[in-house]
């Protein structure tokens, strides 16, 4: 055996080591991968069903958001009917009765004006 031979022996043992020693990380790198591929499988597993009942749950709310907004403009035309009644209701009884509420004032005016002479020396 040559130097050259000893030297050769020497850097396949050295290279050896250094593949066995990156062999390590690839394979738990490896494992890591497989993990990750079970995790994003697991993920679109779920996540299809999930999609589905999301979808279902916003019909059923587009369904009742419709329920309620016919809900809503019934009250608003109700509102308005309730504002036109309370404006009619004002309009017939509420003139008549600023009326009479005048006519009785100038009748109480006028006979209090009427006090007898010797009570109006009185109450200077």
Request: net charge negative; no cysteine.
């Given at each position: 055996m040559s130097g050259g031979d000893i030297a050769g022996l020497i850097a396949a043992g050295v290279f050896a080591v250094l593949v066995l020693l990156l062999a390590v990380p690839i394979w738990k790198l490896g494992r890591v991968f497989d993990e990750l591929r079970k995790a994003i499988r697991t993920v679109t597993d779920e996540t299809t069903p999930l999609i589905g009942e999301v979808t279902s749950t916003v019909s059923t709310t587009h369904q009742q958001l419709k329920a309620v907004d016919?809900?809503?403009?019934?009250?608003?035309?109700?509102?308005?009917?309730?504002?036109?009644?309370?404006?009619?209701?004002?309009?017939?009884?509420?003139?008549?009765l600023i009326k009479v509420s005048a006519f009785s004032y100038g009748v109480r005016t006028a006979l209090a004006g009427r006090t007898s002479p010797a009570r109006r020396r009185r109450s200077r």
């Open positions: 016919g809900i809503t403009s019934n009250v608003s035309d109700a509102s308005a009917n309730i504002s036109a009644l309370s404006s009619l209701v004002a309009a017939t009884i509420g003139a008549p």
